[in-house]
């Protein structure tokens, strides 16, 4: 009986899917913009987009984080148990209002880090092998045993768009899709997502 009325509901008010399109659509397309734009840079470029989020984000926090602080070095040299006890929730409910400041700016950066993945993403797909400069993280890589997926020469490092994972040869071959955007910031805000056979699944 129930059947009756679901389809003219939906087609009334929406499925939960069509909502969630419509809420993150906008976010796809300035994700999009900003993936345009991503592909004129250099990967040395593209790389150090992550460096330049983490600025951001610190600069962000920098005042609550310069009163945590603060205040916890005033505890620390607290003497009166009770005021010391004050003074640590006052950091406690500073470390609070830190996280939402923290959810504020993730969220303000999510388009251009999202399109920071799919640029990168892209050249994987259409090279074998992307060189950059060699940072200490990529020579600690390169040195672990099995790890073959990137090599040194010089100041340089090269990274293969092949590796080695679960004892069989794997290969990057895709580029996000819209669905798959929208899938990772469902996942993002905390919700479940999943992609149907033949929505962007490799």
Same mark, same amino acid.
């Given at each position: *009986?129930?059947?009756?009325?679901? #389809?003219?509901?939906?087609?009334?008010?929406?499925?939960?899917?069509?909502? =969630?399109? !419509?809420?993150?659509?906008?976010?796809?397309?300035?994700? #999009?913009?900003?993936?345009?734009?991503?592909?004129?840079?250099?990967?040395?470029?593209?790389?150090?987009?992550?460096? @330049?989020? $983490?600025? $951001?984000? @610190?600069?962000?926090?920098?005042?609550?984080?310069?009163?945590?602080?603060?205040? $916890?070095?005033?505890?620390?040299?607290?003497? =009166?148990?009770?005021?010391?006890?004050?003074?640590?929730?006052?950091?406690?409910?500073?470390?609070?209002?830190?996280?939402?400041?923290?959810?504020?700016?993730?969220?303000?950066?999510?388009?251009?880090?999202?399109?920071?993945?799919?640029? +990168?993403?892209?050249?994987?797909?259409?090279?074998?092998?992307?060189?950059?400069?060699?940072?200490?993280?990529? $020579?600690?890589?390169? !040195?672990?045993? &099995?790890?073959?997926?990137? +090599?040194?020469?010089? =100041?340089?490092?090269? /990274?293969?768009?092949? /590796?080695?994972?679960?004892?069989?040869?794997?290969?990057?071959? *895709?580029?996000?899709?819209?669905?798959?955007? #929208?899938? &990772? *910031?469902? *996942?993002?805000?905390?919700?479940?997502?999943?992609?149907?056979? &033949?929505?962007?699944?490799?």
């Amino acid at each position: *009986m129930l059947n009756i009325f679901k #389809n003219p509901v939906r087609q009334l008010f929406g499925s939960k899917q069509d909502k =969630d399109i !419509a809420t993150y659509a906008p976010l796809v397309e300035e994700i #999009n913009e900003h993936y345009a734009r991503l592909q004129d840079l250099s990967n040395d470029e593209l790389r150090r987009k992550t460096l @330049a989020f $983490r600025e $951001r984000i @610190a600069e962000y926090l920098s005042e609550i984080d310069a009163d945590i602080q603060r205040i $916890r070095s005033e505890a620390a040299g607290e003497e =009166d148990v009770y005021a010391k006890e004050e003074l640590f929730r006052e950091v406690d409910d500073l470390y609070e209002e830190r996280n939402k400041h923290l959810e504020d700016v993730l969220q303000e950066l999510l388009p251009e880090a999202f399109a920071v993945v799919k640029e +990168t993403a892209r050249r994987f797909k259409d090279n074998e092998t992307l060189t950059t400069t060699a940072t200490d993280h990529d $020579r600690e890589l390169a !040195a672990r045993p &099995g790890k073959n997926s990137v +090599t040194i020469e010089g =100041d340089k490092a090269s /990274w293969r768009n092949e /590796w080695v994972a679960a004892g069989g040869d794997s290969q990057w071959h *895709m580029v996000h899709y819209d669905v798959q955007l #929208n899938g &990772g *910031m469902v *996942m993002n805000d905390g919700k479940t997502a999943a992609v149907a056979t &033949g929505e962007g699944k490799p």
